[in-house]
């Protein structure tokens, strides 16, 4: 969950794939797509086309962390 954070908090500007997130945060890729859909849809990542890796998209004041925890918990 902290990787997933770290994109939306612009921690790793140059992204993460897909398999890398997986790798590290030990969460299955389809629950992983979910979470980085919902924050896409939200306005807090994007996922970049050219080569598939996730990033921070330029949003709100929100911690990334407590929107994660709340998306987590809803």
């Known amino acids: 969950i902290d990787q ?4 939306v908090a612009g921690e790793r500007s140059d992204g993460l794939a897909l398999r890398e997130l ?31 890796t996730w990033r921070r998209a330029a949003r709100r004041s929100e911690t990334p962390r407590s929107l994660l925890h709340d998306l987590l918990l809803d």
């Open 22 to 52: 997986h790798h590290e945060t030990k969460l299955p890729k389809p629950t992983l797509l979910r979470i980085l859909s919902t924050l896409e849809e939200n306005g807090y990542a994007r996922r970049r086309m050219t080569d598939g």
């Open 4 to 7: 997933l954070a770290g994109i």
